[in-house]
């Protein structure tokens, strides 16, 4: 089984090595957005923006390296043929930070929030638009 996985690994590391993949990328500081062209980047990510307490929350994108993945997320990627082809997965995460709040070592800070998370992961050349994300799910359905 690990020899699968290792050899399944390999294989997609060398596919990566051969094409870079092409990714928005979300300046943490400044807001801005730009491309970025990394022979590094296995998928593209992006937290869509929600409706959270009567306002926006504002879109974040990026690329996402092989070791950065916290799961095997290239499994789901992985049975793409001629008749099926899977485009982008989406992930409702939950971060239950007040289990591991220790107020020993956090003396006069207030305890965090439950933090909910959309993170949707592609893996095709600028499917991670954070102005239109929604367009270009859209996009893919017509261009068939």
Known sequence: MVS???STLSIIMLVNAA???KCYQTNKETGETSIIDDNDFMFCTIFPSVLESNSFTK???DGLKIDELDKPVEKFFEDNGNLYQLLSIC???KYDWPK???PKFNKGKKAPD???NLRCICNTDLCNNPNSFSSHINLLTRNE
Do not use: T
């Open 4 to 6: 699968v996985y290792l």
């Open 19 to 21: 094409f870079s993949l």
């Open 59 to 61: 879109s974040v994108a």
């Open 91 to 93: 992930l409702f995460e």
């Open 100 to 102: 591991v709040w220790n």
């Open 114 to 116: 439950v933090e909910y």
